[in-house]
């Protein structure tokens, strides 16, 4: 069974900075990617970016490319978002996620992900 967790949220001005990062436990192998998805109250959740854990491809929402980064450090099993620039439409629950062979055309999707952390909060406010 995976397990993720996620921590760094907080509230931050316009143009600040924040770094999420997620902790895996379990079985991570290789075939997995890792992914964040945020959600506001009332929306979908949506895809905001993803990254192979082999390979390290990595794949980001139109509206963040840029601004953010998504990384992994294989020795600590865990996955990162650097968010530069934030905006108050960046305000959201982020979620790591992680699943086991997603096709490329499957990632967007966050009923396509089996694995879920419990959220960060991010409030980008002045």
């Known amino acids: 069974q995976v397990q993720l967790v996620e921590s760094g949220g907080g509230l931050v001005q316009p143009g600040a900075s924040l770094r999420l990062s997620c902790v895996a436990s379990?079985?991570?192998?290789?075939?997995?990617?890792m992914g964040w998805f945020r959600q506001v109250p009332g929306k979908e959740r949506e895809f905001v970016a993803a990254?192979?854990?082999?390979?390290?491809?990595?794949y980001y929402k139109d509206s963040v490319k840029g601004r953010f980064t998504i990384s992994r450090d294989n020795t600590k099993n865990t996955v990162y978002l650097q968010m530069n620039s934030l905006q108050p439409e960046d305000t959201a629950v982020y979620y790591c996620?992680?699943?086991?062979?997603?096709?490329?055309?499957?990632?967007?999707?966050?009923?396509?992900?089996?694995?879920w952390g419990q959220g960060t909060q991010v409030t980008v406010s002045s």
């Open positions: 996620a992680a699943d086991y062979r997603l096709i490329q055309s499957s990632i967007p999707t966050a009923s396509n992900w089996d694995y």
């Open positions: 990254l192979r854990w082999s390979g390290g491809n990595t």
């Open positions: 379990g079985p991570i192998y290789n075939r997995f990617t």
